[in-house]
């Protein structure tokens, strides 16, 4: 076990080696879309899957939810086999494009989910009814599922995932076809389950979603993982790289700041403001003597903070990313 992975609660995913390959065609030519991906989530946290199109989220969800055979490898829910329905029935899943039957209404659409996960026929109708106002469909309840938006959809599927009162939730790109309202929410009741004591494992394109949800992430790329870790310890503060806002600054001081050379880079310039993106302290120090010998004020220094999109980008370039 890898030491991100330093457990808070007992492991509720555990994938292993996995791999997928599938045969497409008539010649049933290999696509890997997974060579051999492991990861750990433990109980009450929240994980985050990310990576470019095509790099194997979504097949490692479904491999994680027994919807489809690994190659190698396996995944395990709460200990058990992932195709043990003992296991599944603990787990509440959004999938990438949710089928909705589009002649049922959202309300007979959870509903039926209730009725799948087996809900106690008395209290059916609650959880229907608290799902919906949790996802913010209430309004569109009777209406049929083949006249909704995508944002609306996608609430629905979510609802149907969150009605039977899951241990694990995953989701796979909640946040997609939503409108920044929609995020907000989707969010928070991300954050809601944790403090019920739930795990959640969602994939997404959106980062600073991922940053501001996740207590780790996992990042693939072509089928592996290429970084996984507490993202506090990824996209921790850079020791060396500082950002420096001057105000009143002169043609004098771009030049004295320009003759620092490539230590210092000018991020921006509006009017007499400069911010500038500094590398080692040294170099700070001289910038800021210059800049205050032209007659120029420091308005802010400021460690700059990598964020997870930084790391994300960086680390498909340093993997030599064309498409992915
Ligand atoms: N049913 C399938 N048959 C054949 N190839 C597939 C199938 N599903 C996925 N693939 C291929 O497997 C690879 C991984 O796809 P997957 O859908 O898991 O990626 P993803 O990370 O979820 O991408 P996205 O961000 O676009 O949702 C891709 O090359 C894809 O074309
Ligand atoms: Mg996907």
């Known amino acids: 076990m890898s030491p991100d992975t330093a457990a808070q ?51 490692t969800l479904k491999v994680l939810l027994g919807l489809c055979a690994p190659s190698a490898g396996g995944a395990r829910l709460f200990g058990l086999d992932a195709r043990d329905r003992r296991a599944r029935e603990k787990v509440g899943f959004l999938p990438e494009n949710p089928y909705v039957y589009p002649y049922l209404t959202p309300r007979e659409f959870i509903d039926l ?18 799902a919906m106002a949790r996802t913010g469909i209430g309004w569109a309840a009777d209406r049929r599922v083949g006249s909704l938006s995508k944002g609306m959809l996608q609430r629905t599927g979510l609802a149907a995932a969150l009605v039977a ?3 694990l939730l995953v989701l796979d790109e909640p946040m997609s076809g939503l409108d920044p309202l929609g995020r907000r929410e989707v969010r928070d009741l991300i954050f809601e389950e944790r403090r019920l004591g739930r795990t959640v494992l969602f994939s997404s394109h959106v980062l600073g979603d991922v940053e501001a949800l996740c207590d780790r992430v996992v990042i693939l790329r072509k089928g592996q993982v290429l970084v996984s870790g507490v993202i506090r310890d990824l996209v921790r503060p850079s020791a060396t790289l500082t950002e420096l806002t001057l105000r009143a600054a002169s043609e004098a001081t771009r030049a ?6 490539e230590s210092t880079r000018l991020v921006r310039a509006v009017g007499d403001e400069l911010v500038l993106e500094i590398a080692g302290d040294e170099a700070l120090h001289q910038a800021i003597e210059r800049a205050l010998s032209t007659g120029a004020r420091v308005a802010a220094a400021v460690p700059k903070k990598d964020t997870l999109e930084d790391l994300f980008v960086r680390q498909a370039l340093k993997s030599g990313d064309e498409a992915a």
């Not at 989910?113 to 608290?130: F, H, I, K, T």
């Not at 004295?256 to 050379?261: F, M, Q, S, V, Y």
């Open 9 to 59: 609660g007992r492991p509720i995913v555990e994938i292993e080696g996995l791999r997928k390959t599938y045969r497409v065609g008539f010649l049933m030519r290999p696509v890997e879309a997974v060579r051999g991906v492991s990861f750990t989530v433990n109980e009450g946290e929240i994980v985050g899957l990310i990576g470019p199109n095509g790099s194997g989220k979504t097949t």
């Open 113 to 130: 989910g209730a009725r799948l996960s087996s809900v106690d026929a008395g209290q059916r109708q609650r959880r229907v009814e608290e």
């Open 165 to 167: 009162d899951p241990q």
């Open 256 to 261: 004295a700041i320009d003759a620092l050379g």
